[in-house]
């Protein structure tokens, strides 16, 4: 079946240096998602890619999909203790919008 | 109002008991969603709801029972669980809008079954 597999698991870095975390699907995607979940919270949507080869900006953040649609990166500039969390690429599994595959994760902690 | 809203926030149950879970979401969003999550580990999905019918059940369990009484509402009706089911319960919806689908998911249960 189809697997995500997202390095590093875990990262920790100090305030002002900055992380990137990769997401690797082992079938073409349609398109890939990124949530970030807070410690005790629950996952919060941040972007959806479509293209090949898109790259899409919110702020520090930086989204790029891969060319051919099977992987996909999240690099944080200038990390902030506001960005400590997991974060998770979710994929989607099968014909229906509805069904998604999250990755496993990466934990970003911030050291301040 | 972006919110969905999950009661109860925590619950502890004993393996012969009967529970319920409910979800409330008022985006007007066609789909509706039940994941659990165990700690460390990502959401797993287990139900979706579109238009308050079932479409997809990823094989759970059937001491695990959902319920959709109509477009805002969704429950997860629990009886003689295992204690290897205690997890975040998260309820989440969804609506397609301009080719991009956006989860909003709630604050969760946290389910301790003892």
């Known amino acids: 079946g189809q697997q995500v597999m997202q390095i590093p698991q875990y990262q920790h870095v100090q305030e002002g240096e900055d992380f990137t975390t990769y997401c690797n699907s082992s079938?073409?995607?349609?398109?890939i998602q990124w949530y970030k979940q807070r410690p005790g919270g629950h996952p919060v949507f941040l972007i959806q890619l479509v293209k090949s080869g898109e790259v899409k900006k919110q702020k520090r953040l930086t989204f790029q999909f891969g060319e051919a649609k099977k992987n996909s990166s999240l690099h944080i500039t200038a990390t902030q203790t506001t960005d400590v969390g997991t974060y998770f690429c979710a994929c989607p599994a099968g014909t229906s919008y509805d069904k998604v595959i999250f990755g496993p994760g990466t934990s970003l902690s911030v050291i301040p | 109002d972006t919110e969905v809203t999950q009661t109860p926030k925590h619950l502890v149950m004993g393996m012969t008991n009967k529970k319920s879970l409910k979800c409330e979401q008022h985006m007007g969003h066609r789909a509706m969603y039940w994941y659990k999550q165990k700690a460390k580990k990502p959401p797993e999905l287990m139900f979706v709801?579109?238009?308050?019918?079932?479409?997809i059940n990823e094989s759970v369990p059937s001491r695990f029972s959902p319920e959709c009484p109509n477009s805002s509402l969704l429950n997860l009706h629990l009886h003689a669980l295992q204690p290897e089911d205690s997890a975040l319960y998260l309820c989440a919806s969804s609506a397609r809008v301009a080719g991009v689908t956006e989860a909003f998911f709630g604050q969760g249960t946290r389910l301790t079954v003892v």
């Open positions: 079938t073409t995607l349609s398109n």
């Open positions: 709801y579109s238009y308050e019918k079932l479409s």
